[in-house]
């Protein structure tokens, strides 16, 4: 069912002839990293580049993991830390239920104690916010590992692609609209952004997709 959906909104994407694609979502990236390279040239991918951010000190060797629980079991993180350096001891955390919270702007403290009950916190030194929804907790994060570093995915993704149209002199001056598409309610997902405190600060046109394109 999962990969229909990514079929149809790849296939949509494509429609634009995009520059590129970037994957901002940790989940799809570790399921699906080879099948979304087919749908653009340029497909700029999180997991992969968040896991060589986290390797750039070598004196890092307990690094953990939050993600949600397809992005742990499939151990995407893992298995690309050990292409990089096989000397790392990566701790995968099940966040299961940890983005609804978020979304719903719920409290997460509660959560957040259960999954890291057993996680050694004091030999952390790395904590990879591996789903985007983290980013909007990191403080929360932060205090739960005050003496370690925190790789949030969403920030190295950005960066990644922007430094890439940097380099490629793919970027403009001139004023643009983003166009955001969307499979929820528009005022959802405008609620959303509000929380993020992005909403002023850019220019809208939104789109809701409806359900039956995703369907077949």
């Known amino acids: 069912e999962l990969r229909k959906r990514i079929k149809a909104i790849m296939t949509h994407a494509q429609s634009f002839d995009p520059k590129a ?36 000190d070598k004196g890092s060797k307990e690094i953990v993991v939050l993600g949600t629980h397809m992005t742990i079991e499939s151990r995407s993180y893992a298995k690309s830390m050990i292409l990089g350096s096989g000397d790392k001891n990566v701790y995968g955390v099940d966040c299961s239920g940890l983005a609804d919270l978020i979304e719903n702007q719920e409290n997460v403290n509660k959560l957040l104690d259960e999954v890291l009950e057993d996680v050694p916190v004091k030999k952390v030194k790395k904590v990879i916010l591996g789903c985007t929804h ?25 960066n990644n692609m922007v430094n890439y149209f940097n380099r490629h002199f793919l970027t403009t001056n001139k004023t643009n609209t983003d166009e955001f598409y969307t499979t929820k309610d528009v005022d959802n997902f405008n609620a959303q952004l509000k929380m993020l405190k992005i909403y002023n600060h850019l220019i809208f046109l939104f789109y809701q997709i409806e359900h039956q394109q995703f369907s077949e």
């Open 21 to 56: 694609i970037v994957i901002g979502c940790n989940t799809i990236d570790s399921l699906f990293e080879t099948y979304v390279n087919t749908f653009c040239q340029n497909v700029f991918h999180i997991v992969g580049p968040t896991a060589k951010e986290s390797l750039k």
């Open 134 to 158: 983290y980013s909007s907790i990191s403080k929360e994060i932060q205090q739960r590992f005050p003496d370690s570093e925190i790789v949030d995915s969403s920030e190295v993704a950005a």
